[in-house]
């Protein structure tokens, strides 16, 4: 059976689903990309979100879409699709992947563009007076894209003032239940009219599909990720990436697709539950995320850092947060690049805490509790 869903504006663009197909996790083969996509179809989703840099999911896209629509009858036109660019190189060197991706998808132009990792002020400048510019120009005049936009894994600031820039008419951002510090920067960009995708909000936004005995009591009677996917949609997110791997990743969507912003009072005693949880977990030493500590004369991360601390301890999803912890210096721009070892004890973020934590104490007991050897990221 499949789900007749509401579609939502997303920027200057074709509207999509509430759910989005990201096809990252599906390139080992064409089976898997054609059985994702015709599950999402059956699950009301219209919208399906690649990359160049994602090996051969270009590739598989336009090989999934011209089987479905030949064995299915599922009209290729009808699907949004969005890749997107590195934001590096001359424009010969953008101009010819452009053509490249076009030519992978099987399309003659794309319904939405997007600067993949606008992670640093020298990637916005070369979308504003570099080759970016010249290459934005110039696929925008031949009309091969309805929209640009971007995605960001860069500081509050930067991303804050790529929106403000009024450049794109789309963003895609980590916002997430568990790191609600970007919640603003979706406001922001709605109220501009920009389309927001939250990115990844059930893996990295804390792996809920695999929730601690935590998240479950306090949850009850709902499943974590429910709860985070309904928190997001309250906020007026436009849709929500889903990094599905099999048939059974699309059930909460099913369930949701057509779900209203508004929360039921249910669904806010259990996020309150989880909240009150997590604050008897961590007592008096929970870091409010304020950011007052910084700057850190060392440079490290002290929010971010003591963020996965709240949720190793606070909310009991400790493997997702030494996986983050242990990608910390290895993922260049993508992520962060000191951890807690580098803490001299200066002791200057301490009288900045309104918390009145001890900093430097909580940075060491972050990085014994959290250090391993570090796993292999998915797309190094």
Request: glycine content about 6%; proline content about 3%; some cysteine.
């Amino acid at each position: 059976m499949i789900i007749h869903s509401q579609k939502r504006s997303f920027g200057k663009g074709c509207n999509v689903s509430l759910f989005t197909l990201g096809t990252m996790r599906a390139t080992e083969n064409l089976d898997k990309m054609y059985s994702l996509i015709k599950n999402a179809h059956h699950a009301g989703i219209n919208h399906l979100e690649t990359a160049a840099s994602y090996g051969k999911a270009e590739i598989l896209i336009g090989e999934a879409l011209k089987k479905l629509e030949n064995s299915e009858g599922i009209i290729k036109k009808k699907w949004i699709i969005t890749t997107k660019v590195l934001p590096k190189g001359d424009f010969n060197y953008l101009k010819n992947n452009f053509e490249n991706s076009l030519k992978n998808l099987k399309l003659n132009k794309i319904h939405n563009l997007a600067i993949h990792g606008i992670n640093l002020d020298e990637h916005l400048d070369w979308v504003l007076n570099g080759e970016g510019e010249k290459f934005l120009k110039w696929v925008i005049k031949k009309g091969f894209v309805e929209q640009i936009g971007f995605s960001s894994h860069g500081s509050y600031s930067l991303i804050e003032k790529t929106i403000n820039r009024d450049l794109f008419s789309f963003c895609n951002l980590h916002l997430h239940f568990l790191d609600q510090s970007k919640i603003s920067l979706a406001q922001l960009a709605l109220k501009k009219n920009m389309g927001v995708l939250a990115i990844s909000p059930a893996d990295k936004g804390g792996k809920l599909y695999s929730p601690s005995n935590i998240l479950l009591k306090a949850s009850a009677p709902y499943h974590p990720l429910e709860l985070a996917y309904r928190f997001l949609i309250s906020k007026g997110i436009t849709t929500l990436s889903l990094g599905a791997t099999k048939f059974e990743d699309f059930n909460i969507a099913k369930k949701l697709m057509n779900s209203n912003q508004k929360l039921a009072s249910t669904e806010i005693t259990a996020l309150e539950n989880i909240e009150k949880l997590a604050n008897e977990e961590l007592k008096a030493s929970k870091c409010e995320q304020c950011r007052s500590c910084l700057p850190c004369p060392s440079e490290i991360p002290i929010p971010e850092i003591l963020r996965l601390r709240n949720i190793s301890i606070g909310y009991g999803q400790l493997e997702f947060a030494k996986e983050r912890y242990n990608l910390i210096g290895r993922a260049g721009h993508w992520w962060e690049e000191k951890n807690a070892s580098f803490c001299l004890e200066c002791n200057e973020c301490v009288p900045r805490c309104p918390s009145k934590l001890n900093i430097p104490d909580l940075l060491k007991q972050t990085h014994k509790l959290l250090v391993e050897n570090p796993k292999k990221r998915l797309w190094d």
